[in-house]
């Protein structure tokens, strides 16, 4: 069975300081990672993608995220925080073979502090 | 381009009730996905339709059917409601078919569902 987990229930960071969002996966074959964002009582954002090639995804908003294969993780980042990145955010991720049923991690609350 | 609109936006029922919620998907999308996030916790999965037929389920229970409609716009319905049931429920669609390529899913607003 697959899993995603977000060591992090909360990250904290000022304004104009680089911030990380931690994601670890476990997934049979080849993993297909996602993140998306999710605003106070709407639904989920997508922020980008990573399924082969280049370890460093770039997305939308000025977000990347670094896929490390040997540590099993898909971080997102972004080097200048806003105030507006303040959300939700959760690592998804697919099994090689069963593009369909996305597994979410519990999320973690961003907040940028002015 | 419309993106994925749902109805309705909130809902409330009691326990034993049953309920439908509909999905509109993305322009150009054929397969709808649901999936229930209850507060606090990541979405979980509980089923995806393609050409009109369930292709895939989750762990849930057969208290959860769905539909989908030609023009590819989808219904999830819960009977015998329980406390339980109360949490978003998220419908995302994707193009089924693209020559092996990973689709990405886009998610709908959400309806918001309270058993009382």
Avoid: M
Wanted: hydrophobic share 35%; with cysteine.
């Amino acid at each position: 069975a697959q899993s995603v987990a977000q060591p992090e229930d909360q990250v904290n960071v000022a304004e104009g300081n680089p911030l990380t969002v931690k994601c670890t996966y476990s997934v049979s074959g080849n993993p297909y990672l996602f993140w998306y964002v999710q605003y106070p009582n709407r639904g989920l954002q997508f922020l980008l993608k990573y399924i082969t090639g280049d370890n460093l995804v770039k997305g939308s908003y000025g977000f990347e995220a670094e896929f490390n294969k040997s540590q099993t993780s898909f971080h997102l980042k972004k080097p200048s925080a806003l105030v507006s990145d303040s959300a939700l955010y959760f690592c998804a991720a697919l099994a090689d073979g069963s593009a369909r049923q996305l597994t979410f991690g519990s999320g973690t609350q961003l907040t940028v502090l002015p | 381009d419309a993106g994925v609109t749902q109805s309705p936006t909130h809902l409330i029922k009691t326990r034993g009730q049953q309920v439908t919620l509909r999905c509109s998907p993305k322009s150009g999308h054929d397969t709808v996905s649901w999936y229930q996030q209850a507060l606090g916790q990541g979405p979980q999965f509980i089923f995806q339709y393609y050409e009109e037929e369930e292709r895939q389920r989750g762990n849930f229970p057969d208290r959860f059917s769905g539909h989908q409609f030609p023009n590819y716009s989808s219904e999830l319905n819960v009977n015998a409601l329980l406390l339980g049931d109360s949490a978003l429920y998220l419908c995302a669609s994707s193009l089924g078919v693209s020559g092996g390529r990973i689709e990405t899913q886009y998610f709908g607003p959400g309806t918001r569902l309270l058993v009382l």
